[in-house]
């Protein structure tokens, strides 16, 4: 078992819908969650980290935290183009001060005009 | 101002030789990190640095020597490269061991 996993995709929408990408992880307990965008060729930004299981909103993100089923999601509300992007799922680790992340694989999204 | 900078973006080596990469946080991090992205693009971390100690070293090939003069910065030596070591490597710095991370551009790494 991958110790973050998440789909591959590609994940397709159409601009204005909403964009749900979702990831489980191995370590229960894990204490830090977070969502990074990559754009082709460029660098990994981040867009949230959640720490306490439930939800927490910033613009049109969302994220969502379940520790109890391992299991972290982004909600990406009235999607554009310009999200189209692969989004990683990162974690650390419940046995690490360290700061070490646990990547998943990405979810490659794409939002159609 | 560039938070997290990495130099030099593109790096074209032949096999054999020795090449580094440099990384520079402007962000007051107390910790900084090496992550390995491969032609998958998945992502890993390699090393950890926090206050110029060593504090990840993960399953490395010992040709990968980080080396980190100060707590804002951190380099990355790599000897006799070899064609599996073509990838992006990527810098980054956190304020604490469990906070968010920042990254820096990406050292694509291609060698021949």
């Known amino acids: 078992q991958k110790e973050v996993e998440q789909n591959s995709g590609p994940l397709s929408v159409p601009e204005g819908a909403i964009a749900s990408l979702n990831c489980t992880y191995s370590?229960?307990?894990?204490?830090?969650f977070f969502w990074y965008r990559q754009y082709s060729g460029k660098s990994p930004e981040l867009i949230m980290f959640?720490?306490?299981?439930g939800d927490k909103e910033d613009g049109r993100f969302t994220a969502q935290l379940n520790k109890a089923s391992q299991y972290v999601s982004l909600l990406i509300r009235d999607s554009q183009p310009s999200d189209s992007a692969t989004y990683l799922c990162?974690?650390?680790?419940?046995?690490?001060?360290?700061?070490?992340?646990?990547f998943g694989q990405g979810t490659t999204l794409q939002v159609k005009p | 101002d560039t938070a997290v900078s990495q130099t030099p973006k593109y790096l074209v080596t032949q096999m054999g030789n020795d090449k580094s990469i440099k990384c520079e946080q402007n962000?007051?991090?107390?910790?900084m990190y090496w992550y390995k992205q491969d032609s998958k693009k998945f992502l890993k971390i390699m090393f950890s640095?926090?206050?110029?100690?060593?504090?990840i070293n993960e399953t490395v090939p010992n040709r990968f020597s980080p080396k980190s003069p100060d707590k804002a910065h951190l380099n990355l030596h790599i000897n006799s490269l070899e064609l599996g070591d073509s990838a992006v490597y990527f810098c980054?710095?956190?304020?604490?061991?469990?906070?968010?991370?920042?990254f820096g551009q990406g050292t694509r790494l291609t060698v021949v």
């Open positions: 640095y926090n206050n110029k100690e060593l504090i």
């Open positions: 980054a710095s956190s304020l604490r061991g469990f906070s968010e991370a920042f």
């Open positions: 962000l007051g991090h107390d910790t």
């Open positions: 990162a974690v650390i680790p419940g046995s690490s001060n360290t700061g070490k992340l646990i």
């Open positions: 370590d229960r307990g894990s204490q830090s």
């Open positions: 959640i720490y306490s299981n």
